[in-house]
C-alpha cells in the first residue's frame, strides 16, 4: 500500500520561499506530481518528475520559481518555491502515477491513484 505524506508548508510573505517535501513509503517509486488546488478551483498539475528524475516538468505559471526533484534513496520528492506570488496560494498535494511517463507532462488528476492529505500554503 502506498503512502504518501507531504510537509513543509506555512504562510510567508509575497517573494519567499518554501519547500515541499513528500515523504513515501518504500514501494513507491514512479513517476511522482504535485498538484494544487484553491477554494473554489480544480486541482491543478504543478510539476512532475520521472522515476529516476532526469525529466521534470511544470506548469507555465511556476516555470523559473519551482523546482521539483527527488531522492529516491530517501522515498522523497521535493518542491522548491521561490519568489511566491498570492496566487500560488493552495493546498499542494503530493501524487504517484499508476505507470512511467518519462518526459510526457502527466497532468490529468486521473492518472495518478496515490495522493497525499496536502499542506497548506498561504502568500500573503
Known amino acids: 500500500h502506498v503512502q504518501l505524506v507531504e510537509s513543509g508548508g506555512g504562510l510567508v510573505q509575497p517573494g519567499g520561499s518554501l519547500r515541499l517535501s513528500c515523504s513515501a513509503s518504500a514501494d513507491a517509486l514512479m513517476y511522482m506530481a504535485w498538484f494544487r488546488q484553491a477554494p473554489g478551483q480544480k486541482r491543478e498539475a504543478v510539476a512532475a518528475v520521472s522515476t529516476g528524475g532526469s525529466s521534470t516538468m511544470y506548469v507555465d505559471s511556476v516555470k523559473g520559481r519551482f523546482t521539483i526533484s527527488r531522492d529516491n534513496a530517501k522515498n522523497t520528492v521535493y518542491l522548491q518555491m521561490n519568489s511566491l506570488k498570492p496566487e500560488d496560494t493552495a493546498v499542494y498535494f503530493c501524487?504517484?502515477?499508476?505507470?512511467?511517463?518519462?518526459?510526457?507532462?502527466?497532468?490529468?488528476?486521473?492518472?495518478?491513484?496515490?495522493w497525499g492529505q496536502g499542506t497548506q500554503v498561504t502568500v500573503s
Open positions: 501524487s504517484r502515477a499508476e505507470e512511467e511517463y518519462g518526459s510526457t507532462w502527466a497532468n490529468d488528476v486521473d492518472v495518478f491513484g496515490y
